[in-house]
């Protein structure tokens, strides 16, 4: 049974965060012409324009955590009994494709992917069909925070745009190209996927606070490849405020909104519509390159033309700071469990490039494009690998 205690942590969180948020916002932040603000903000997150919105993303946060733990814990319990009454060793390493056929049918560890899976969908939809029905309302924000500052915005209509991006990533509809509102979107329902724990940017913040710097201690200019919705962008900002940094995305609609929020927070901090692996930015251009959870949303292949593109961009000294799943030698053993986890977060998430990117050796593809590769950093973020790629 659910718990209600469960049922309001994420309204009681988001709560929670007003007097943590109101400290970090920026002291620019002040109303701006065209700006929509129907709700109020609390701290730095701005409300959903109507209460039974958020009163569905509440509940739906809410059982994204019940569903993350219990369930999860559940399923995994289910896995291993599976796995002894077969006489096989639970934490044995098998293909994926083996532990998919051994859990696929099962009840009980189905009906964990299944809550999970159904939640997602309910998230977005729901989301969407609100900014869809608002459109006039938003697209007029968009194009009137489009030419304002600070900070700036880049768009390119005649990019063309790979298919590889146009995935619906995590199940989005219209993926992060697709939809005019991807960006409103992503950023609220990445509110429910982090169950309620990062209203207020918290996770980004706290991987900028694990960033590692160039040993000259030299910050000019940093650049964030991928920056989807721009919040580990204007994290990067708030540690590092005399530098110029730029967050690009190949999503125009993602930056847009990106924007759209840096005037909301009065953040002076630069947008532009770009690919990752063709930036367009001079040779040694940045301190700093940063990037989160992109290179599993790539095509292997793009991920070593992004790592060689960021070793271009970077000055000689400059840091290379991807954060992202584990490869190579700091993946964990493959169990029966976390392989049918695997396979179905690709199957069912539509996470289309990340069994590609698992398969391969990141720390080595930074190293062969030119990086001092450094493997025994702190880590910044649970579950993620830990690189720092240096350029002499």
């Known amino acids: 049974m659910l718990n209600r205690r469960q049922l309001i942590s994420a309204s009681t ?45 509440d509940f739906l946060t809410s059982f994204r955590a019940y569903t993350n733990n219990d369930l999860r814990m559940a399923a995994a319990k289910r896995a291993d009994e599976i796995c002894a009454k077969l006489g096989m060793d639970p934490k044995a390493p098998i293909p994926y494709e083996t532990a998919a056929k051994l859990f696929e049918k099962d009840p009980i560890v189905t009906s964990y992917v299944r809550a999970w899976v159904s939640n997602q969908n309910q998230t977005w939809g729901t989301i969407q ?38 995935h619906e990533i995590h199940l989005q509809p219209g993926g992060y190209t697709g939809d005019e509102f991807a960006g409103y979107i992503n950023f609220y329902g990445v509110n429910n996927f ?5 209203f207020q940017d918290e996770a980004q913040r706290a991987i900028v606070a694990a960033v590692i710097p160039p040993k000259d201690g030299k910050v000019k200019r940093i650049l964030d490849l991928g920056c989807a919705t721009g919040r580990l962008t204007f994290a990067l900002k708030e540690r590092f405020p005399d530098a110029e940094v730029w967050g690009i995305d190949v999503g125009a609609p993602m930056v847009r909104f990106a924007h759209v929020r840096g005037l909301d ?33 790539v095509q292997a292949s793009a991920a070593k033309k992004i790592a ?58 930074m190293a062969k494009v030119g990086f001092t590769v450094d493997e025994n950093i702190p880590q910044a973020r649970r579950s993620h690998g830990k690189l720092l790629g240096i350029k002499a």
């Open 194 to 198: 982090y169950a309620g724990l990062n």
């Open 129 to 166: 069909e609100y900014f869809h029905k608002h459109a006039d309302m938003y697209l007029n924000e968009m194009d009137a925070a489009d030419k304002q500052g600070p900070g700036s915005l880049e768009l390119n209509p005649t990019m063309d745009v790979p298919a590889y991006t146009k």
């Open 13 to 57: 969180a988001a709560a929670g965060c007003l007097a943590f948020g109101a400290a970090a916002r920026s002291a620019n932040a002040a109303p701006w012409k065209g700006q929509v603000d129907v709700r109020g903000t609390v701290g730095r997150l701005k409300r959903l324009g109507e209460l039974d919105l958020q009163s569905q993303q």
């Open 265 to 297: 927070l009065g953040s002076d901090v630069h947008f532009a519509q770009r690919l990752a692996e063709d930036t367009k930015f001079p040779d040694g251009h940045f301190d700093m390159v940063v990037s989160y959870i992109l290179f599993h949303e």
């Open 308 to 365: 060689a593109e960021a070793y271009r961009v970077l000055r000689g000294g400059g840091t290379f700071y991807p954060v992202d799943f584990p490869t190579g030698r700091q993946a964990p053993a493959m169990t029966p469990y976390t392989g049918f986890s695997q396979w179905w977060d690709h199957r069912w998430n539509n996470e289309v490039w990340a069994m590609n990117y698992r398969s391969l050796n990141f720390a080595d593809e």
